[in-house]
């Protein structure tokens, strides 16, 4: 008996159709929308702390997943070796010496600040917004506490976090004095307040419990978002001083608390990860993860480790201001590449607004550059120099694998005020001696003039304003 296929009928048919229609428009809508941004931003992070860039006690799979999945660079700078300036740099695309951020009195803002980042700054997520994204910010900000300089003023349509370091706002009568408070830290210690939006909502913030917070934010966003282009800026207060973590990771790391606090920070990027595989999104969103500046060493085991790099946070030798940074787009980033093309956490702006298909600003000089070429492995970095400003001092300049130091100077010790001028400058060749020990300036004369003309080149088209970090708060927001 011979049996024919059954003829699908008219509803099946219609059914068909509607799913062959709906599936060819969410492809079509896909293909249009641009990508979402996801930036992680660690503090203090030194370049040796992670798995994937050589630590052999603190245990990341995240990240070192993360790393093994896409990009990791070796040669990613931050703008600054401390926090304010670092911060700017990253949401403007321009060195903090451009808009003030910056200043050789008073390194940060602090809350006895007036200043912040200027209202005729373009940030990221101000970018963006002209291309439709839905933006937020979980974390530590830096850049202004008052109203008019804080994230939701900026561009961001939503802000969960603290305005400041989560050292500050010591209160003198609680716990041991000087630096014992933080070698068995307790959240009573600081006032510190946790903000959403322009509104506090908790003081003092329990600091035990704050990263898991900002990552559980973060990803609320995202799922309240999923259907629309989004930027989640996602600033960790960890790994800076005090040290705090949750109770799933007191002991968790063989590096002790230092070591926990990273692993958690590991976790969190785990979570936002996740997350993304989950909604289908990760084949649509580009990540960054990188840190604001070195491991804070004068801390002793509660400071972090710039690996074969020289000295740390505060200053401008290599361990100051490179960063470990990994960037991650499934489908579009290739996995498992190692990169030594230069970077700086300014082109993450310009490369974020250049995907997005919104106008990088020409009315004013952006300092970052695209990475595309790179990210996507189409061909070499368009970023030639780095410069290494401490304040408003130009310390030093990468240009290709050498770097010249004209001033030198530590930093958070007994001499760290002594600044030493160097004529000619100091010259190292970072791919044979990345820990900068060996000066051979007397070899390559050639190397200095070149780099001498590039830093009148730079100067030739740099107007310094006035600091916004001098600037005092106003007597009425005492």
Same mark, same amino acid.
Request: charged share 20%; hydrophobic share 40%; net charge negative.
């Given at each position: 008996m011979t049996h024919r296929a059954a003829r699908p009928t008219s509803a099946?048919?219609?059914?068909?159709?509607?799913?062959?229609l709906f599936s060819r428009v969410a492809i079509a809508h896909a293909a249009k929308r641009p990508p979402n941004f996801v930036i992680i931003y660690a503090d203090d992070l030194g370049y040796g702390d992670l798995g994937c860039f050589g630590h052999p006690t603190i245990r990341t799979p995240h990240l070192d997943r993360m790393a093994n999945e896409g990009l990791r660079f070796t040669q990613f700078y931050s703008a600054s070796p401390v926090c304010t300036p670092s911060r700017a740099a990253l949401m403007t695309g321009r060195l903090p010496i451009r808009n003030g951020m910056c200043s050789d009195k008073r390194r940060v803002l602090f809350p006895d600040s007036g200043g912040g980042i200027p209202a005729d700054e373009i940030t990221l997520a101000e970018a963006l917004k002209s291309k439709g994204y839905a933006t937020g910010c979980f974390g530590k900000w830096h850049l202004g506490h008052l109203p008019q300089f804080l994230p939701t003023n900026n561009g961001f349509d939503t802000y969960y976090g603290i305005p400041y370091s989560n050292d500050m706002d010591r209160l003198a009568d609680a716990g041991p004095k000087g630096r014992a408070a933080f070698w068995d830290p307790k959240i009573e210690y600081w006032n510190v307040p946790i903000l959403r939006d322009t509104e506090v909502i908790e003081r003092p913030a329990d600091q035990t419990?704050?990263?898991?917070?900002?990552?559980?934010?973060?990803?609320?966003?995202?799922?309240?978002?999923?259907?629309?282009?989004?930027?989640?800026?996602?600033?960790?207060?960890?790994?800076?001083?005090?040290?705090?973590?949750?109770?799933?990771?007191?002991?968790?790391?063989?590096?002790?608390l230092y070591g926990d606090c990273v692993e958690e920070v590991d976790w969190s990027?785990?979570?936002?990860?996740? $997350?993304? *595989?989950?909604?289908? #999104?990760?084949?649509?969103?580009?990540?960054?993860?990188?840190?604001?500046? !070195? @491991? %804070?060493?004068?801390f002793n085991e509660h400071g972090g480790s710039a690996g074969l790099l020289k000295d740390g946070k505060g200053t401008t030798f290599e361990g100051g201001m490179r960063e470990p940074t990994i960037a991650w787009w499934p489908g579009r980033v290739s996995s498992?590449?190692?990169?030594?093309?230069?970077?700086?956490?300014?082109?993450?702006?310009?490369?974020?607004?250049?995907?997005?298909?919104?106008?990088?600003?020409?009315?004013?000089?952006?300092?970052g550059v695209d990475l595309s070429p790179?990210?996507?492995?189409?061909?070499? $970095?368009? *970023?030639?120099?780095? #410069?290494?400003?401490?304040?408003?001092?130009?310390?030093?300049?990468?240009? !290709? @694998? %050498?770097?010249?130091?004209?001033f030198t100077q530590t930093s958070y010790r007994k001499d760290s005020r002594q600044r030493e001028t160097h004529n000619p400058p100091l010259l190292y060749h970072l791919g044979h001696d990345p820990s900068e020990r060996f000066n051979i300036n007397e070899e390559h004369p050639e190397i200095l003039a070149q780099i001498d003309a590039l830093v009148a080149d730079h100067r030739q088209n740099l107007e310094v304003p006035a600091s916004q970090l001098e600037i005092p708060l106003p007597a009425q927001s005492e």
């Open positions: 099946m048919t219609l059914l068909l159709g509607m799913v062959l419990t704050i990263t898991r917070r900002y990552t559980e934010e973060a990803i609320s966003f995202i799922r309240a978002h999923q259907e629309e282009p989004f930027l989640v800026y996602l600033p960790h207060s960890m790994v800076h001083i005090p040290l705090f973590r949750s109770d799933d990771f007191v002991g968790k790391s063989a590096r002790g990027v785990g979570q936002v990860l996740h $997350t993304l *595989r989950d909604l289908n #999104l990760d084949e649509q969103t580009l990540v960054f993860f990188s840190s604001d500046n !070195g @491991p %804070w060493l004068t498992g590449r190692v990169t030594q093309e230069l970077g700086s956490t300014m082109d993450i702006f310009t490369t974020c607004v250049t995907l997005a298909g919104a106008n990088v600003p020409t009315d004013r000089i952006i300092d790179v990210l996507f492995d189409e061909g070499p $970095t368009n *970023r030639k120099s780095v #410069l290494y400003y401490r304040g408003t001092a130009l310390m030093a300049v990468r240009f !290709g @694998p %050498w770097k010249a130091h004209y």
